[in-house]
């Protein structure tokens, strides 16, 4: 039997990085840079205020304090976003804005606070000298330009998974678009004679297709595009007919009919269609695993992961293996998902050597995180799936994890209880 992480490598052995394509930036949070960023200019570009004030030459202000004012005539204003038009002349002050660029001349500025401009103002005039009441340092709130990037300094590396800090640098650098990993296209196929989907009238002999709809959900939050392929019937027409369209995707993804018994029609047809093989992975739930690429009619390979049926098998297989093969499309190259230590509440049995995923409940009490499981952990109950924030690992090798004992927690969510 395979170790998950054999399993796993035999995946990444066959995935491949998708192609970059140009995104627009608010569209690329959470996607991998697929190019160098450089600066294609001094950010900030001139050396500006970062007060409202007055900007000064503080050649001209030895000995200002507040009990001996040193008055300055003022020419004009400058707001932020214009170009100042006169420079700073000795014994003379120009009125400056936040952001605002400094004018030629002056060498600090001086914020309102420090001069006698609220009593200037009380007179109604306008402000047509100013008392400085302090001698600022040279550069005194002035940002300098160049002073967050220079031009062609790197901004940002090929690799990198964007967040909205680094959405926000690229736009300050004045790029409305870049270069990311293009997303996956996810065909998902559900298989079984039993399914309907949602929202169809059902009878009792027949069940409501759940796969398609969490794997998609869980597509769709790693970062992939899916194509909801719908129900093939357990016969060898409908699924040739389905799995027709799913060879136009990057990856087919589908569930059922690869566990011991009745997986025979599922075979034939995908082994006439490219390479699969048919696994037993280490781990419970979700043992039997298929796995192999398809060959399109364009020629491409296709890869094609063959999850279990029962539900909570089919989203634990996803989680190890689908979403580690979207990461990579995605030109992710960390796959790891954040894993906590937290004390087990209550015993994992496990009975026949697989690694365990138990269906968790993480909450932290006095600063400890706890971990007790979500009951009864068959395979089939989508319910105690739901009400778990994480998988609580018994590894293969260990018969029993005891309650009191540490475990090693793969978190689905990070919950308030948690905090
Ligand atoms: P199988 O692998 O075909 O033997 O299916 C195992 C179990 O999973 C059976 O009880 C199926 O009815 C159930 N199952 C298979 N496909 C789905 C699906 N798409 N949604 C919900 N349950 C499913
Ligand atoms: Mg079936």
Redesign the pocket.
Known sequence: MLSVEEALERVLAVVRVLEPEDTAILDAVGRVLAEDVVSPLKIPPLDNSAMDGYAVRTADLDGAGPASPIVLRVFGSVAAGELPSTPVEPGTAVRIMTGAPVPPGADAVVPFEDTDEIERRADRGPVVEIGILDRPEPWTHIRPAGQDLAKGEPVLSRGTVLRPAEIGLLASVGLAKIKVVRRPVVAILA?????IEPGEETNDSRIYNSNSYSIGAAVRRYGGIPIMLGIAA?NLDSLNDKLQQGLQSDILVTS??V?KG??DVVKDVLAKRGRIDFWSVRMRPAKPLAFGVLRAPDGRQVPHLGLP?NPVSALVAFEQFGRVALYKMQGKVDFRRPTIKAVLDEPIYNTDGRRVYARAVVTRRNGTYHARLTGDQSSNLLSSMARANGLAICPEDLPLKRAGEAVDVQMLDWSEEMF
């Open positions: 298989t079984g004679d039993e399914l357990d059922a009919g566990s009745d997986y049926g």
